[in-house]
Each structure stands twice: as structure tokens, then as C-alpha cells.
């Protein structure tokens, strides 16, 4: 008997503590187009003083640490990649955001040669997930719920 209820003492304990389900990131993704201040593409290749990719890195805020993101398993390793748009007819730099949401908030941060910005969102959560509201570039409100655009654009 005492087998009996210390196995289903055991199984209720085992099923009180599992976790909720992972959040999913339904929205994590973002694009940004970089000109100089004569509007030329600072993402082409071909631009003179270009942003070379291999000048590119991309830190999560963690506990108050910035953390270096690199994942060799990820699709993007260093959470980010440079694509040109037909639709544009420019090219764009995709960055998933951080995943350290912390009171609806993360801040991502953009090391391009000696240059740091950051990209801080505020979330909100839905259901098992959850969708930015609103994202600042350097402290200026680029994108919110209530004027939704599809991309950023920063004049370097």
C-alpha cells in the first residue's frame, strides 16, 4: 500500500511541476535599410565605405549582460543576414531580436565597426507567444502597434 501511494505521490508531483510550454516567437524579426546622407545604399557592396558583413556583430542583453550572439546549429549563426529586396530594389539587414524578454521588454545590440545601436521592444504577450508593440532604434520610436511599418531606415 505504502508502494501504491508513494508512486502516485510521486506521478502528481512529477505532472505539478512541469513547465508551461515554451514560448513560441511568433514575431522576432526585423529589417533595416542603411543610407548615407546622399541616400546611397550602405548595405551594396558597391557603395564606397559600404558596411562589410564581416564588421557585423549581434549582443542580447541577458541579466544585464550583452551577450555575443553565435550559434553554429542556427540557420543564421550570428542572427542576422544582408538580402537585397526587388520589391525595394534595396538591399536589407534581417536581425532576429533577442529572445530575453524580461517585463515585455528585450534590447538587441548592433556593433557595426566602432558604431553600437540598439533595438529595444516592448512585447506583448499572446497566448503561447508573443509580437512586438513597439521598437526603438537608438531611443527613437521607429515602429508601433498603431503605425505599423515593414522595415526600418537609419541614415548613417
Keep these: 500500500m505504502k508502494n501504491i501511494v508513494l508512486i502516485f505521490s510521486i506521478f502528481f508531483i512529477l505532472n505539478a511541476c512541469e513547465k508551461d510550454e515554451p514560448m513560441e516567437n ?9 543610407t548615407n546622407s546622399i541616400g546611397d545604399d550602405l548595405l551594396d557592396e558597391n557603395t564606397v565605405n559600404h558596411i562589410d558583413p564581416s564588421n557585423i ?3 542580447y542583453l541577458s541579466e544585464g549582460a550583452k551577450i555575443r550572439v ?20 534595396k538591399y536589407f539587414l534581417q536581425i532576429q531580436l533577442s529572445h530575453f524578454v524580461i517585463d515585455n521588454l528585450s534590447e538587441t545590440y548592433i556593433h557595426i565597426n566602432e558604431d553600437v545601436d540598439t533595438i529595444k521592444c516592448e512585447y506583448e ?18 515602429i508601433n502597434s498603431d503605425n505599423w511599418i515593414e522595415f526600418i531606415e537609419i541614415t548613417k
Excluded: A, C, R
Design 26 to 34: 511568433v514575431q522576432n524579426i526585423i529589417h533595416i535599410s542603411y
Design 57 to 59: 556583430d549581434i549582443y
Design 70 to 89: 553565435y550559434d553554429e546549429n542556427m540557420d543564421l549563426p550570428e542572427s542576422f543576414k544582408i538580402y537585397f529586396n526587388q520589391t525595394y530594389n
Design 125 to 142: 504577450i499572446i497566448d503561447n507567444g508573443y509580437s512586438f508593440q513597439k521598437v526603438w532604434y537608438n531611443s527613437i520610436l521607429k
